[in-house]
DNA sequence: CTAATAATTGAATGATTGTTCAACTGTTTG
DNA sequence: CAAACAGTTGAACAATCATTCAATTATTAG
């Protein structure tokens, strides 16, 4: 580092403001699990996978065709949404139909959206 | 493609629900926004710089103290974290003090906290 | 049982990205 | 002015990740 803790002339004002501050954050593991969760939500694919799904439950066939995109690939993606239990699937048939898991999700996408929105 | 459009029964049942789905989408610039919004938070030194700026505005210096990371690591994410408006930094002497934006961030972490504690 | 549809999976590939390092710009102090 | 501190920036490197392709599982129809 060519920035040591000692060089800071701030910080012989404050002295104790760093560990005050380090005392308040939460856990690396808490905030390993929120940024693993914003992430789900960091990539355009599984956005619009999410969008698609709050406008209806579909099969993974569906989703491929509303989105363009190779059935595999989507099923890639929402292999990691149900991880994240963002997602839930069940078998009708020869289909797997894949639904939002709660209402967390809707709430976090409008969230989002607002902020956008500025 | 392996499955083309025409491979799946069901869509022979519901022959409009793709287009019918397409056009309630939002457009893809307006996802891809959101995207990059979920993205900023997507990242554990972010969250964590964010998490910090929410105790107390803070130097640069301070922050990579506090997270025990250098100065450029933290410097390199902070131009992204301002990029995106998620933050503001106005100069005090030889200091850049950073600041969340506004109230918005602040909702963001706490609905994702929300979800993670289930 | 065989053929066809629906979906999953693993390996490979190309792109993206977080951190480090070194060089650099601003600001203050002597 | 020169020296020291605070922060920024660009290139390089390693790690992560989204998509593709091919092979495979599961279910249904004939």
Redesign the interface.
């Known amino acids: 580092?060519?920035?040591s803790?000692d060089?800071?002339?701030?910080?012989q004002l404050h002295p104790h403001?760093?560990e005050q501050?380090?005392a308040?954050?939460?856990s690396?593991a808490?905030?390993?699990?929120?940024?693993e969760?914003?992430?789900m939500?960091?990539?355009?694919t599984r956005?619009?996978i999410l969008?698609?799904l709050q406008?209806?439950d579909?099969?993974v066939?569906?989703i491929?065709?509303?989105l363009g995109m190779?059935?595999s690939a989507i099923s890639h993606q929402l292999r990691l949404l149900k991880n994240a239990r963002l997602v839930t699937a069940r078998r009708v048939g020869?289909?797997v139909i894949y639904s939002l898991a709660d209402d967390?999700v809707r709430?976090?996408?409008k969230?989002?959206?607002?902020?956008?929105r500025e």
Do not use: W, Y
């Not at 939500?41 to 355009?44: E, S």
């Open positions: 580092m060519s920035h803790r060089d800071c002339e701030f910080l403001i760093v501050v380090q308040e954050l939460p690396e808490e905030q390993g699990e929120l940024a969760l914003f992430r939500f960091a990539d355009p956005l619009r969008t698609v406008v209806s579909m099969c066939c569906h491929a065709e509303v190779t059935v020869k289909s967390h709430v976090m996408m969230n989002g959206e607002d902020h956008v």
